[in-house]
C-alpha cells in the first residue's frame, strides 16, 4: 500500500510537471525559430532512511526537439533561415554569448542588428554588429552583411561584416531560463563556414501543436489516474482503521 501510494503521489507530481512543458511549447506555437522542450518520465529509487522499496516518479528534460520549422518566404532583407544544427550568436542579459535559430532581425534606431527581442546580435568578431545608415542591405549565405551607403548607387555596395553563426548538435545545447541556447559545460561551438542559411526566409517553431493538445489530454487523464490510484488508498486505509477499531 506504502508504495503504490508513493509512485501514485510523484507520478501525479511529474504529470503536473510535464504539462507545464507541454503548456510552455503550446505557448510558443507561433514563436519565430522556437524549439519544442521534450520531457519524459523515469522511475528513480528514494535515496536516503526508509524503505529500500520506494521509488519516486521524476519528471526529466530531455533537451529540445531539433526538427525543423516550418519556412515561410518574406522578402524581408534582414529576416534569415539557419541551416539544420546551425545557431546564430546573440549577446545575452549578462552581457554573455548565446545562441538562437530566430531569424527575425530588426535595426535599432542606434543601428544596431538585433532580434526581434531586442538581443543585439553579434559579428564574426563577438561583437555587437552596428550598421551604418543604408540605402540597400542583402545577407549572403554565409553570413555576410553587404549594404549600399545611404545617398550612393548600388553600384556601391559594400561588405560591412559578417554574422557570427556557429555549427553544433542540438544534443549538445542546453537552453537556458531565458530561452537561449548555450553550449554544454566543456564544449564550444565551431565557426560555421559555407552557406548556413537563407535571406528573407523565416523559420517558425517547430511545435507540433495538434501534438501537443493530445499529450495535453492525455496527461490529464494520467493526473486523473494517479489521483484516483490516492484516493482509493486513503478509502482502504480508513475502513482498514474501522475494522480494527471495532475489535
Known amino acids: 500500500m506504502d508504495?503504490?501510494?508513493?509512485?501514485?503521489?510523484?507520478?501525479?507530481?511529474?504529470?503536473?510537471?510535464?504539462?507545464?512543458?507541454?503548456?510552455?511549447?503550446?505557448?510558443?506555437?507561433?514563436?519565430t525559430g522556437f524549439?519544442?522542450?521534450?520531457?519524459?518520465?523515469?522511475?528513480?529509487?528514494?535515496?536516503?532512511?526508509?524503505?529500500?522499496?520506494?521509488?519516486?516518479?521524476?519528471?526529466?528534460?530531455?533537451?529540445?526537439?531539433?526538427?525543423?520549422?516550418?519556412?515561410?518566404?518574406?522578402?524581408?532583407?534582414?529576416?534569415?533561415?539557419?541551416?539544420?544544427?546551425?545557431?546564430?550568436?546573440?549577446?545575452?542579459?549578462?552581457g554573455g554569448v548565446a545562441y538562437t535559430r530566430a531569424g527575425d532581425l530588426k535595426l535599432n534606431p542606434n543601428g544596431l542588428l538585433t532580434t526581434a527581442?531586442?538581443?543585439?546580435?553579434?559579428?564574426?568578431?563577438g561583437a555587437p554588429m552596428a550598421l551604418p545608415p543604408f540605402d540597400a542591405i542583402e545577407i549572403g549565405g554565409d553570413g555576410t552583411v553587404s549594404l549600399v551607403p545611404q545617398g550612393q548607387p548600388m553600384a556601391t555596395m559594400a561588405e560591412a561584416g559578417r554574422l557570427r553563426v556557429v555549427a553544433a548538435d542540438t544534443r549538445a545545447m542546453v537552453r537556458g531560463d531565458d530561452g537561449l541556447m548555450r553550449p554544454a559545460p566543456g564544449t564550444e561551438p565551431a565557426p560555421a563556414a559555407g552557406n548556413v542559411?537563407?535571406?528573407?526566409?523565416?523559420?517558425?517553431?517547430?511545435?507540433?501543436?495538434?501534438?501537443?493538445?493530445?499529450?495535453?489530454?492525455?496527461?490529464?487523464?494520467?493526473?486523473?489516474?494517479?489521483?484516483?490510484?490516492?484516493?482509493?488508498?486513503?478509502?482502504?486505509?480508513?475502513m482498514a482503521n474501522t475494522l480494527l477499531s471495532t475489535r
Request: proline residues 4%.
Open 3 to 31: 508504495k503504490s501510494l508513493y509512485i501514485a503521489m510523484t507520478g501525479a507530481s511529474a504529470t503536473l510537471r510535464g504539462q507545464s512543458t507541454v503548456a510552455h511549447n503550446l505557448a510558443n506555437a507561433d514563436t
Open 35 to 94: 524549439q519544442a522542450a521534450l520531457g519524459g518520465t523515469v522511475a528513480v529509487p528514494v535515496e536516503g532512511p526508509g524503505l529500500a522499496s520506494r521509488v519516486a516518479t521524476v519528471q526529466r528534460n530531455l533537451g529540445v526537439s531539433d526538427a525543423p520549422g516550418a519556412r515561410t518566404t518574406t522578402g524581408n532583407p534582414l529576416d534569415v533561415a539557419l541551416a539544420p544544427g546551425h545557431w546564430l550568436a546573440v549577446q545575452d542579459a549578462g
Open 117 to 125: 527581442s531586442g538581443l543585439q546580435v553579434l559579428d564574426a568578431g
Open 197 to 238: 542559411l537563407v535571406a528573407g526566409v523565416r523559420e517558425g517553431s517547430n511545435v507540433d501543436a495538434a501534438g501537443m493538445l493530445v499529450s495535453m489530454i492525455e496527461l490529464a487523464r494520467q493526473f486523473e489516474m494517479q489521483v484516483r490510484v490516492l484516493q482509493s488508498g486513503d478509502e482502504t486505509a480508513r
